[in-house]
């Protein structure tokens, strides 16, 4: 009798233990491409320095310059398309020569399947690079436990206005 009890329960040990370890790696992959629309001219700003918005025009290469922002993220590269997605959190030219900014940033989905989760980014962005990586080290809502890498690069760049558009490639494995 004993013993069929402890087989029973070893039974149900054993279901729950491989039902939960099948879910923990059940991770679903999710890829998208984005278009950050980012302006740090003086019209229409989502981008400023920290603590005090300069007079001019920024300087994205001096070491210890910090930056705030809110820039729209899209799904087509076209100005003035509706925003699936807001780009909030700052980041601080981190080395010396400039080239560097330690990006740590909120995606927070407005529009869509996944309106009202975030991913958060956190990394370091090469300025000099074609292309740059930061890693997704978290995220809410749909994006729970999510993990991954960003890519970024600069597709439009348009001098007078201070105004680019950046392709923002997104991979994320999440429940
Ligand atoms: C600022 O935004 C308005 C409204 O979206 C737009 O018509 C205008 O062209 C923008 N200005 C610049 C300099 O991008
Ligand atoms: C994004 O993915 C597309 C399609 O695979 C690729 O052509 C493009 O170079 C990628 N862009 C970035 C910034 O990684
Ligand atoms: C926003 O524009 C500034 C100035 O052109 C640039 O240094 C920064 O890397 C841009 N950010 C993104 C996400 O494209």
Redesign the pocket.
Known sequence: MASIKTGFYLLLFLTTFTYSRAKLCHLKKTEMILYYQN?S?D??TTTVEIPVPSTGPLDFTKFGAAFCTDDPITEVIKE?SSPIARSRGIYIISSLDGSQAQMIMSIIFINGKYKGSTLEMQGSYEQSEKVSEVAVVGGTGKFRLARGYVTFKTLYYDPV?V?SATQTNITVLHY
């Open positions: 302006y001219g019209q229409n003035g206005r105004y």
